[in-house]
């Protein structure tokens, strides 16, 4: 009875590869967001989409993709993975309404090296 | 955009003891939300203020908001070891829920 959940949990690739992290949320909310949080713990919005549509893109570099095929499920693609992408990226939801609390999946660790 | 500073960034309290933690911006905030990350873990929501002057209260929690809407501040009473973690306040910025994190406070608890 997960709320937010993203797999992997652990990810650990070389550099210039390309991975994919996938989540979904059972909510029933309609947005759906991409943190990333450095090592220094500073956590920073990439992304949001709502009913499946891009509504917040930070300035990520546009190795970084995301898709989301239903408004239960948002996922990140990262291509050409760099040293400086060694982060936890977490993604959350929250409901359609000002101000709605954010909802956190565990997040995914993810290692370049 | 703008952000707020949290201070302070790291925070040693002998267990039974109070601390608290303090958010400002310079310009006026719409509102404040606060979570809290347990080490290794997720931000969790604990509460949010929209209203000057507001004061809400969780437990050993007290949140508040300040008249100007400026500051905030999350104080915490007789300290326990389940209070470890890294304390967050965050202003959401648009309708769109775009959420803009300060620094944290990271809380060590010292039995």
């Known amino acids: 009875d997960t709320a937010v959940s993203q797999t992997p949990k652990y990810l650990v690739t070389q550099m210039g590869n390309d991975k994919s992290i996938k989540c979904e949320q059972n909510?029933?909310?309609?947005?759906m967001y991409w943190y990333k949080q450095d090592s220094k713990k500073f956590l920073k919005i990439m992304f949001s989409?709502?009913?499946?549509?891009?509504?917040i893109n930070e300035t990520v570099p546009n190795r970084f993709s995301p898709k989301s095929p239903d408004k239960a499920h948002l996922n990140l693609h990262i291509n050409s993975l760099e040293l400086g992408d060694s982060a936890v990226y977490f993604c959350?939801?929250?409901?359609?309404?000002?101000?709605?609390?954010?909802?956190f999946g565990n997040g995914t660790r993810l290692t370049v090296t | 955009g703008q952000q707020v500073m949290q201070i302070p960034q790291y925070q040693h309290v002998q267990e039974g003891e109070d601390f608290t933690t303090y958010c400002n911006s310079s310009?006026?905030?719409?509102?404040i939300q606060w979570y809290k990350q347990r080490p290794g873990g997720h931000p969790v929501f604990l509460i949010q203020?929209?209203?000057?002057?507001e004061v809400k209260k969780q437990k050993r929690l007290t949140f508040q908001f300040g008249e100007a809407k400026k500051n905030s501040s999350l104080h915490i009473t007789a300290t326990q070891t389940t209070d470890v973690g890294t304390y967050f306040c965050?202003?959401?910025?648009?309708?769109?829920?775009?959420?803009?994190f300060g620094a944290g406070t990271q809380v060590v608890v010292t039995p």
């Open positions: 959350a939801s929250s409901q359609e309404t000002s101000y709605s609390p954010l909802h």
């Open positions: 909510l029933g909310h309609d947005t």
């Open positions: 989409y709502n009913n499946k549509e891009l509504i």
């Open positions: 310009t006026t905030l719409s509102n």
């Open positions: 203020l929209v209203k000057s002057g």
């Open positions: 965050a202003e959401m910025t648009d309708s769109w829920g775009k959420l803009q």
